[in-house]
């Protein structure tokens, strides 16, 4: 969240900086001026009555002092405490509004952030790797793990429905093998601490990592509770430190979470109903980051190291794309994603979106450090970044790995994990 002060102070200045994100956004800073106007007008009727009624009330002492008659001036006291009741009645409604309005403002772009309407604005920014090119035509990752009999679609959709996924034999043990291999690389080499969350977290947590009031249709909730489902293990690891203040020293914080990830995908109909690129629940390895405004750029450009790490350990081609304005997520100041080769699409996909949020989350969730003993506490930097999404990276794994006859080679990093298997081949499993 915005700090509400600054945007009513320099209102034009803001509406300048996140016209890039559209004019939605635009339309709601022009209500939150709109009701500000009126919150100070009413604030100045409110002040002068009370004014008056104090500068009255001592009038009414002196002439009780003096026995002289002060009915009519109590009477005009009552009618003033009346409208000063009316007043703050309207004010509160007023300030409802605009508390109501505020969290639905976007960050603010920072000012390296390419401006543009969609992806279409999003701006190359390095390559890895070059594709492989196949002396036969690459399958893409549902025929291959169904034809070795790792992956069971139909066998998913009757257990649950559309956008569920069954990983058998070698299917379910790289995808084990997978997590474990991102984890033990972010906690051994880049200096994370590995910690296992809840997969469900409460409204409060929602709220403060910019998840709620906005985007409650992309959630999963917990009927008759105050939960609702991770979509990301950034929301209950970005949470840990809700409502508290931390000593400056402790910073930066490097975290790092698997948990499963759970999301409706509310207005994604027809885009990637094949396969494992789009799911409703699917595993993930989360990056989050706390640390001091002035090292917040710095930090964000090892996260997408950190992230690009696993990729270039697993020797999957993929590149860095700098986000645009207008295809950025709502609480990010600046975002990269990774997106990795599938040859099948003969397309670079996301397999990892890594942001700084500046103290945008920090405000909501009320997160907070003092620089040094006794002095006044400010808002910490957090960031996120996926260490990757588990399920993209098996499917780039299939395709960028497979033989003519169907079968997938195990990359090299991985084989420790796998009892040092090196091919997975056709073979019943279920």
């Known amino acids: 969240m915005l700090d509400m002060k600054f945007v009513l102070e320099n209102i034009d200045h803001v509406a300048e900086r996140l016209r890039t994100r559209g004019t939605a956004v635009i339309d709601t800073l022009n209500q939150i001026k709109s009701y500000d106007t009126s919150r100070r007008a009413l604030i100045l009727q409110v002040e002068q009555r009370k004014s008056l009624r104090n500068t009255t009330s001592e009038q009414i002492g002196r002439m009780k002092r003096n026995q002289e008659d002060t009915a009519a001036l109590q009477a005009h006291m009552r009618e003033v405490n009346q409208e000063i009741k009316l007043l703050e009645e309207k004010l509160?409604?007023?300030?409802d509004s605009i508390a109501a309005l505020c969290?639905?403002?976007p960050n603010i772009p920072h000012t390296s952030v390419p401006v543009g309407a969609d992806e279409t604005g999003n701006l190359e920014v390095r390559r890895c790797g070059i594709p492989r090119k196949f002396p036969f035509p690459p399958k893409d990752h549902v025929d291959l793990g169904e034809g070795l009999g790792i992956l069971h679609s139909q066998r998913a959709a009757k257990i649950t429905g559309a956008r569920f996924?069954?990983?058998?034999?070698m299917g379910?043990?790289?995808?084990?093998?997978l997590i474990n291999f991102m984890l033990d690389t972010h906690s051994r080499h880049h200096g994370y601490t590995e910690v296992f969350p809840p997969f469900m977290a409460n409204r409060a947590s929602f709220f403060g990592t910019g998840n709620l009031p906005k985007f409650e249709a992309d959630l999963f909730k917990v009927e008759g509770?105050?939960?609702l489902l991770a979509p990301t293990a950034e929301v209950p690891v970005t949470n840990i430190y809700r409502d508290e203040i931390?000593?400056?020293?402790?910073l930066p914080i490097y975290l790092t979470a698997y948990t499963p990830c759970f999301r409706s995908e509310a207005g994604s109909h027809g885009k990637d109903v094949r396969g494992l690129i789009r799911q409703h629940q699917f595993n993930k390895v989360e990056l989050v980051k706390f640390t001091?405004?002035?090292?917040?750029?710095?930090e964000l450009e090892k996260l997408v190291a950190d992230a690009e790490s696993i990729l270039k350990r697993l020797e999957l081609p993929y590149r860095v794309v700098?986000?645009?304005t207008g295809d950025m997520g709502f609480s990010a100041a600046k975002t990269y994603d990774i997106e990795v080769w599938l040859p099948s699409q003969d397309r670079y996909r996301e397999i990892s979106s890594c942001s700084n949020f500046e103290d945008f989350q920090a405000r909501r969730a009320n997160i907070r450090y003092r620089p040094q003993p006794g002095a006044k506490p400010r808002f910490v930097h957090t960031l996120n970044g996926s260490g990757l999404a588990i399920g993209r990276t098996w499917l780039a794994i299939l395709e960028n790995y497979q033989l003519e006859d169907g079968s997938v080679v195990v990359p090299e990093a991985l084989r420790l994990y796998m009892d040092g298997i090196e091919k997975i081949e056709k073979g019943r499993v279920l």
Not at 246 to 250: E, F, K, V
Not at 292 to 298: K, L, Q, V
């Open 165 to 169: 996924s069954l990983l058998a034999g």
């Open 322 to 324: 700098a986000l645009s």
């Open 92 to 95: 509160k409604v007023v300030e």
């Open 172 to 177: 379910a043990r790289m995808e084990r093998a």
């Open 103 to 105: 969290p639905t403002v």
């Open 292 to 298: 001091a405004a002035e090292t917040s750029y710095e």
């Open 246 to 250: 931390l000593d400056a020293d402790r």
């Open 225 to 227: 509770t105050d939960f």
